[in-house]
């Protein structure tokens, strides 16, 4: 990458913030209040990539074994949704956190002319209470949620759209995530795409998903726009 990067992307969930452990807590108040046992967190953790919504049904379905039209067709699924939502609504920011280096880098690439956008799959009123929650809203420029647009990831009108928002071009831009569903956006979209290690990747290792870069820590993401050489 070079500095003629004018725009990078992240993905939310597994890239900026750890946000698994209060995603389980809604599934099981979801779960309990339907009359269902609780789920582990490894196994939510593996779910998470494809939005709440397809979460909560992957969470229902194994407790009910039943596949994603019987979920939909059972009689406490209106409930079930109903009690996720409200649940995950006061749940978010509660056991979630940044993780290390994200604020600064953050403000560093904006202070070195670089635009943000988030491009995730959590719907949007989600998206934006847990931005809220950990003070992270004015920190992009875009944000494109799950619900934004008709299509979602790995779809690449989600980086498109925020690509044209912000003014820059495929040239001009990357992608940062955490999932084998990230890179198949970028690569979709046309753009490089870096990966971090710590997120969720459905339990497979993400360098098996061959990104344009493995990241060890999230300030890496500064190597796209050097600091200013300081002269004098």
């Not at 979630?96 to 002319?113: E, F, K, M, Q």
């Not at 925020?162 to 990230?182: H, N, R």
Request: net charge negative.
């Amino acid at each position: 990458m070079s500095a003629d990067v004018k725009a990078v992307l992240f993905d939310l969930d597994g890239t900026l913030i750890e946000t698994a452990p209060e995603i389980a807590d809604a599934v099981n108040d979801a779960l309990r209040a339907v009359g269902l046992s609780e789920i582990g967190l490894p196994m939510v953790r593996d779910w998470i990539g494809h939005g709440t919504a397809s979460l909560l049904v992957s969470a229902l379905g194994h407790r009910l074994q039943l596949d994603t039209s019987g979920v939909k067709a059972w009689s406490r699924y209106a409930e079930a949704v109903s009690a996720f939502d409200a649940a995950y609504e006061a749940r978010c920011g509660t056991r979630s956190h940044l993780y290390d280096g994200v604020r600064d880098t953050l403000a560093l690439l904006r202070a070195r002319g670089v635009r943000t956008a988030v491009v995730t799959n959590k719907e949007g009123r989600f998206t934006a209470r847990v931005l809220a929650a950990h003070q992270l809203t004015a920190s992009f420029d875009v944000v494109i949620s799950g619900d934004s647009l008709p299509t979602k990831k790995p779809n690449p009108a989600g980086i498109h759209h925020a690509l044209g928002e912000m003014g820059a071009s495929v040239k001009q831009a990357l992608f940062v995530g955490d999932s084998s569903i990230d890179v198949q956006t970028a690569r979709n979209a046309g753009v490089p795409v870096w990966v971090l290690p710590y997120g969720y990747n459905m339990g497979q290792p993400i360098a098996d998903s061959q990104p344009d870069r493995l990241l060890q820590g999230f300030e890496q993401v500064l190597d796209v726009a050097p600091a200013a050489p300081v002269h004098g």
